[in-house]
């Protein structure tokens, strides 16, 4: 689907490229860690000759069946364009703000990112019974703009129900915050 400049929205590793990679491909080929960044890269070309190659696709018909011409070409774009991926972020110094609001429970911080064209989010890693996890992701402009660096509001808005913390992993660490009451 175009953006708002006409252009493809470009794939990123955590978000187009590892979720592709199916349980069932992981353990089939379990000599090699398709979700890990650095090997996938590592052995890109491999790959994608593998799950290209309609003579002997991989994923095999038992086993999953071959990838979606789509989901080739996505792969193709996500090598083209250097392997795309997300970075950790950091909260500015007054760190991540919890509190009610009128109906629920809000999270928010400010992201200081060093430049335009920067992409900041709250990415939900799971959802429990008393427990949010999220990360603090940054993702960076294929074509860097320069430019000065600029503060980004992330959030997420949530019904209250059960959810006693959050746990927010960032580029500083494992952070636990108390949900108010």
């Not at 960044?37 to 799950?51: F, M, N, P, S």
Request: aromatic fraction near 10%.
């Amino acid at each position: 689907m175009p953006n708002e400049n006409g252009n493809h929205r470009e794939p990123v590793w955590e978000l187009h490229i590892r979720p592709m990679f199916r349980l069932i491909d992981h353990e089939h080929m379990s000599w090699l860690d398709l979700w890990d960044y650095d090997t996938v890269w590592a052995k890109r070309e491999a790959i994608l000759g593998r799950v290209s190659d309609k003579s002997a696709p991989m994923p095999s018909y038992p086993t999953g069946g071959p990838w979606p011409d789509e989901w080739v070409s996505i792969f193709r774009r996500w090598i083209d364009n250097g392997g795309h991926k997300l970075d950790l972020g950091s909260p500015d110094s007054a760190g991540y703000e919890v509190k009610k609001t009128f109906d629920g429970i809000r999270i928010s911080a400010w992201v200081q990112v060093p430049g335009e064209g920067y992409r900041a989010w709250l990415d939900i890693e799971s959802v429990g019974a008393t427990t949010r996890h999220y990360s603090l992701v940054v993702e960076a402009p294929l074509d860097d703009p320069g430019g000065p660096s600029t503060e980004l509001e992330v959030r997420d808005e949530f019904k209250a129900g059960s959810v006693e913390k959050l746990i927010v992993v960032d580029a500083d660490g494992r952070h636990e915050l108390d949900v108010p009451t």
